[in-house]
Every structure is written in C-alpha cells, then in structure tokens.
C-alpha cells in the first residue's frame, strides 16, 4: 500500500449560513467491543466539551492516520488499546479509536506553557483515540510540533511521524552497528516504514536489498523505490530463483549482510534469512502476513544469528518527554531536510 490514509477534518467546521452561525457537533470513530472493523466502528457526535482549562488543551484534528496496528488494536489483537471513555454519550464504555494524529490547538487553559493557540500537535500518548474532530488532551498528551516559518513539513508528514519513520530509524541504528557501504535486507519494503528504511538507509551511507510482493506494474514500483534511494529491489519469487544467490553475493561483493529486517513473517521471511550473513540480526517488527517465522536451526549454529523483536510502542513507555521531544526534533529534521520525503501516492 503506498498510500497513507488519512481522515480529513471534515466535521468540525463553523457553517455560516445567512446571519446565523451554526456550529457543527464534534465527530468520533468509536467503538464499544473488539471485532472487525466493519462491523464494530460508528460514527458517534460527541456532547460539546468544555471550555479547557487548567493544564487542558483543546484540539481540533487536521488529519489522522489509518495504520494497520489501529486495524489490530480494534480487532483486540494487540497488546494497547485505548482508554475506556464513558463521556461519549453511550450506554456502556467506549473507545475513540485511532493512534497517531495531527490536531491543532484551539484553546489552552491556564496553567499550559509549552503550546499556545495555532500551534501543531501531534500525540505522546499511544492510543490517544485520534479518529475524532476534536479532542480535549492534557498537555503531557501532547507534544508541539516545532516549525521553522518557511519549514517545507507537511501535514501528512507531520500526522505520521511518531511510529513510522522512528521505527526505521530504530531498525537501522539499535542492533547492530554497521559501516556505510553495508547491506541490509528487508521484506515488505514498499511499506511505510519500509519507505523510511530505504531514505533513512541511503542517507547514512547504508546499501539495500528491497523485497517486494508481485505484481502488475512491478517494473514502476521497483523505480518509484530506487528513486526513494533503494539500490536494489527483488520480488520473493525472484529471491527464490537458483541465480539469486549469485546475483546477491555480486552486489555485495561476497560480504557478510548483517541486518534483516522484517515485517512480514512466513516463508518468504525464512528465504529472506537465508541470505543474511555471518553473526547477522534479523529484526521483526510486523507480521503482515500472518504467518508464523519458521528459521532453519542451522542459521542459529553455524552462522550466530541473532533474532530481535521491535515495538516503537516499548521506545515511547521507556524513554521520557525529553527523549521524546529529541526523537520528534530529529525526525522533523530529517523531513525538513528531505532525508526523508513524502510517502509515494
Ligand atoms: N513494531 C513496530 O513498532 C511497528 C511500527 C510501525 C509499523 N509496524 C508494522 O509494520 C508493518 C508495516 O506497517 P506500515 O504502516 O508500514 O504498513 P503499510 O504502509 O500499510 O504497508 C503494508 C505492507 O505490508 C505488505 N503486505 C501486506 N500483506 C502482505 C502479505 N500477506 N504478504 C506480504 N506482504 C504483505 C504490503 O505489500 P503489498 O504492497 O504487496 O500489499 C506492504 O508492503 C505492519 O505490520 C505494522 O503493524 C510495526
């Protein structure tokens, strides 16, 4: 999927109609239990909330990103999930779905100094419940997105910015130390996070061998990918040819790949990790095919690798606002700076 989804602002707005103002009620994606998403999801108008005060922000919502994880957290297949609300006016608790988000900030209260009016927010707290118009969040829920006047940022990249790009830039620098000019291999590679390991990658002088399903337009997609910065781009049917092998060792001049990164489990994962070199990492942060990782015993033996989970989810509840305030610093920079560029429509 090359496109990020994301639900626009089309709720909240102040319709003038003739003299008279009419104020639009705030909206929510909600749900009560775990399921399908089709089939658990409404549409809920929330009871206007109160005017913020204290350390209270009030928000309203530009964007807010659809990812798979928010897909998982409905279904209840992940280990977070929102806070129970029952101020949205249902018979039981209810949850405003949605992770990640861009708001702005409409009004503050009286003891809020690190944002004021017009200011971009974006969300430390996971599971905030951003699929909404508006939102009252305490000022520790947030944090300011800070912009230079002439900052070439946009709002997708901004609403996107706290799980996908720190995650790749996890992947490439937690696990292993590696020398620019080093290869690394991923599967799923025209993923979001996928997107960010190739620019992140390219620009800290990294190689990498991109996996890729399939398809009609493949020839387009392998382009598209090397223009982001990918050196080289296979499909999984292409890895499992008999002339793979040599045609791998050639780019890498027969040296050693140390990182594998993965997000989508099963087969192809295992063929992927028979192409990492001696004492590699292979480092899995989604299961985007539902099937289990299954590694040959001999890969641990003989050539010490190393497997790795990663959740950016884990980075967050470890680390404190300062951290966080640096990662959100760093990877504004790398946006601004074009390291890393809008995702590919
Ligand atoms: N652990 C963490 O902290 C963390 C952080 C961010 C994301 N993630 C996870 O990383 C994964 C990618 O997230 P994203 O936002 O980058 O996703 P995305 O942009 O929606 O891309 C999804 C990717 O998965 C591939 N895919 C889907 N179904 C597949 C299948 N059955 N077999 C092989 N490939 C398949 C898609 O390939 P096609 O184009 O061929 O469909 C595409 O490359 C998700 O599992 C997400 O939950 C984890």
Redesign the pocket.
């Known amino acids: 999927?090359f496109t990020r989804v994301c639900i626009p602002p089309t709720c909240a707005r102040c319709v003038r109609s003739f003299s008279v103002s009419v104020r639009q009620n705030a909206k929510a994606i909600i749900y009560t239990r775990n399921g399908e998403p089709t089939d658990v999801l409404t549409v809920r108008t929330l009871p206007t909330p109160p005017a913020p005060h204290g350390d209270q922000v009030k928000l309203k919502f530009r964007l807010s990103p659809v990812?798979?994880?928010d897909l998982?957290v409905i279904q209840g297949a992940y280990p977070s999930k929102p806070r129970p609300r029952e101020d949205l006016g249902t018979p039981e608790p209810a949850f405003i779905a949605g992770n990640e988000g861009l708001a702005v900030v409409e009004a503050v209260g009286e003891q809020v100094s690190s944002v004021r009016k017009g200011d971009w927010v974006i969300f430390n707290t996971p599971q905030f419940g951003t699929w909404a118009s508006e939102a009252v969040a305490k000022q520790s829920d947030i944090i300011r997105v800070p912009r230079a006047s002439d900052s070439p940022l946009t709002e997708v990249q901004a609403a996107t910015l706290t799980?996908?790009p720190p995650?790749a830039l996890a992947l490439l620098t937690q696990f292993v130390s590696l020398d620019p000019g080093e290869f690394v291999i991923q599967?799923?590679?025209?993923?979001?996070?996928?997107q960010a390991v190739i620019q992140i990658a390219h620009r800290l002088g990294l190689k990498t061998i991109n996996l890729?399903?399939d398809?009609e337009g493949i020839e387009e997609l392998k382009g598209q990918l090397k223009l982001l910065g990918a050196d080289h781009v296979l499909t999984y049917n292409e890895l499992g040819e008999k002339t793979a092998r040599d045609t791998v060792r050639e780019w890498t001049g027969g040296k050693p790949i140390r990182l594998g990164l993965n997000?989508?489990g099963?087969k192809?994962t295992t063929l992927m990790a028979r192409f990492l070199g001696q004492d590699a990492h292979l480092v899995s942060?989604?299961?985007?095919?539902?099937a289990p990782l299954s590694l040959p015993t001999s890969l641990f033996i003989f050539k010490n690798l190393t497997c790795h989970g990663?959740?950016?989810?884990r980075w967050y509840q470890q680390h404190g606002a300062e951290d966080r305030q640096k990662l959100i610093q760093d990877l504004i920079h790398m946006m601004e700076s074009g390291i890393v560029r809008v995702q590919m429509e």
């Open positions: 999927m990812n798979p994880a998982n799980v996908n995650t599967n799923g590679a025209n993923s979001s996070v996928g890729v399903r398809r997000c989508v099963g192809d942060y989604g299961a985007m095919s539902k990663y959740w950016q989810s």
